[in-house]
Structures are given as structure tokens and as C-alpha cells.
């Protein structure tokens, strides 16, 4: 099983990963980067889904690299 999180901040984006993934995967979705934060932290998932959102997007990617989130974005 792998622990998969999305942060985006429009949940079809969550919805239609777990249309196109495996059951036997759990996912994790998040509509913010700080509570995406907490929850890399908190789980320790297998990977990370940031959405290219207005909010989100490389700025996103750049703060969870910067807080030494320690597996794929």
C-alpha cells in the first residue's frame, strides 16, 4: 500500500487520482500548504501531489523542500 497526499486546492484533483490509482493506495488530501505541512510531517507519505494552483504550484514545492520533506514532490 502506498500513503500518497495531495495538496490542491480544488478537491477534483484529489477525486480524480483516486479514480486513476489503484485501491489498495491510501490517499490523503489537504486544500492548503500549511495543513499539507503537518501532515508530511505528521505521516511521512510515500509521495506528495502538489497542484499547480494560484496558491500553490512551485512556491509550494520550494517551502516543503525547505522544511527537509524527505521524499518525492
Known sequence: MNVLLVVAEDRAVCE???AALP???LLL???GLSQGLRRMISLKPDA???DDGP???TGA???SALS???YPV
Open 48 to 50: 506528495v501531489i502538489v
Open 29 to 31: 488530501f489537504e486544500n
Open 23 to 25: 485501491e489498495s493506495d
Open 68 to 70: 527537509y520533506i524527505d
Open 61 to 63: 514545492v520550494v517551502r
Open 55 to 57: 496558491q500553490l504550484g
Open 16 to 18: 480524480s487520482l483516486r
